[in-house]
């Protein structure tokens, strides 16, 4: 199916705010922002935002894989773009998903937009599906045309997040996982705990927008799939396909910044931290393992080992692996063996999973999962959803969830205080010390 194309002149940031004001009108819509971090050499836009559907598919059963292929294949030259839950493990491995869910997100959910704005470095192109008709057209253009150069900033946004377990409850669980570790099912776990807000009558739109404005993070999304709504300040990529070449970008460590003349000192603390790398080399280990398992894939690399990437608030270690496949290689086959990505499972990947049901109070859902986009090439970029509040509208729910990575070196008090400061990073934009 072809797009009509046509450049637009309206100013990046004030585009893309009203963009997000005028998204309310719609079903469904996805935003993907870079937010303009110029050190990832490996972004392609600014920001994409697509809004409506012409098609979709949302499945929560078995066969979910050949599902996506045929939606596909059925959009084979279009744009798409989707969420996937962490839950699609339970599609190719004898694995459940039997914990307490408040949220009921679809395992996956893709579409094909109406309307695509994307965000270049020097130039903004509004792309129109050309099965959308000319009147809602014209009525798409008109708001555009009326764009306002105010902010619109909502005021303080003030939430109250409760904890689904206790510190006590967090730890006698990392002394389980410390002694699985000790016997040998596993070397390393990701282990997460909620947090959460009942009857919480929320804007969306403007939980983003705090969100982003508070912690800007390069795999920042904004995701409305009617009553679900996902609000995310990632800064992981999953993996990302360019012609032949995936790349995946897992991160393992996190040092909160200073401001003053301390920030030099803990960056390189972190990276000179023997744990830090131990956890992170873990994954870069167990992320070759699964890009060579892909059909046809071959020179699998690491580019980058243990590289610290500074934002606003904390430094992340950070390594790039890549490989080489098949152009025409379906992605199911690529998530098959990726899926759900390394940096949020542990290793050896398939105990981990069992462990984390074992461990965990509440289903995962679509944290740790996956928001991202698959053009007309069959070319895509996903991210890891981290740093992310998730919502349902109908139920009035909102989520956070954090957690880390637990070895037989991990120190449980520590790792409770990082789990805290991830979601702290979070509770700060709305109002929560």
């Known amino acids: 199916m072809q797009y009509k194309k046509t450049k637009l002149k309206h100013h990046s940031e004030y585009l893309l705010n009203h ?24 972004s392609n836009y600014s920001w994409i935002f697509a809004l409506g559907n012409i098609d979709y598919i949302s499945y929560n059963v078995k066969d979910s894989y050949n599902s996506i292929d045929n939606f596909l294949n059925r959009n084979l030259n279009e744009w798409k773009f989707a969420y996937m839950s962490y839950d699609l493990k339970n599609e190719f491995e004898n694995l459940s998903s039997n914990n307490a869910d408040s949220l009921g997100f679809n395992d996956i959910y893709i579409f094909v937009p109406k309307f695509i704005i994307k965000a270049g470095i020097n130039e903004i192109e509004l792309e129109i599906n050309s099965k959308v008709s000319s009147k809602e057209v014209a009525n798409f253009k008109n708001k555009l045309a009326n764009i306002s150069k105010l902010d619109n900033k909502e005021g303080n946004i003030s939430l109250s997040f409760k904890h689904r377990i206790t510190k006590e409850q967090y730890i ?130 690491v580019e980058e080992l ?24 379906s992605i199911s086959n690529i998530l098959k063996n990726t899926f759900p990505m390394g940096s949020m499972t542990g290793a050896p990947k398939i105990k981990a999973m069992e462990l984390i049901e074992k461990y965990e ?56 205080e990082e789990s805290l400061l991830k979601a702290k ?9």
């Open 306 to 329: 243990c590289e610290i990437y500074s934002f606003p608030h904390v430094h992340q270690m950070i390594s790039t692996i890549s490989a080489k496949v098949d152009n025409k290689l």
């Open 361 to 416: 109070t509440t289903k995962r859902g679509v944290f740790s999962g996956s928001v991202g986009y698959i053009d007309n090439k069959g070319d895509f970029d996903f991210n890891v959803i981290i740093r992310t509040l998730l919502y349902n509208s109908k139920t009035k729910f909102l989520s956070l969830t954090t957690g880390g990575a637990i070895t037989y070196l991990s120190d449980a008090e520590q790792e409770y």
């Open 425 to 433: 990073a979070i509770f700060d934009a709305f109002g929560r010390k």
């Open 19 to 42: 963009l997000l004001n005028i998204s309310n009108e719609f079903n469904t819509c996805c935003l993907l922002n870079s937010n303009d971090f110029t050190h990832n050499k490996y």
């Open 172 to 301: 006698e669980s990392i002394s389980k996982i410390r002694s699985d570790i000790k016997y040998g099912d596993i070397y390393e776990m990701n282990f997460c705990q909620e947090f959460y807000v009942e009857n919480a009558a929320v804007k969306p739109i403007e939980i983003y927008k705090k969100l982003n404005e508070h912690s800007p993070a390069p795999f920042s999304s904004y995701f409305k799939e009617n009553e679900h709504f996902i609000m995310s300040a990632s800064p992981e990529r999953y993996i990302q396909k360019t012609g032949d070449k995936l790349i995946s970008q897992p991160i393992k460590g996190t040092a909160k910044r200073s401001h003053n003349n301390n920030d030099v000192r803990i960056k390189n603390k972190l990276q000179n931290s023997t744990k830090e790398r131990a956890e992170n080399i873990m994954i870069v280990d167990l992320v070759r393992n699964d890009l060579s398992r892909i059909k046809s894939s071959e020179n699998v690399q």
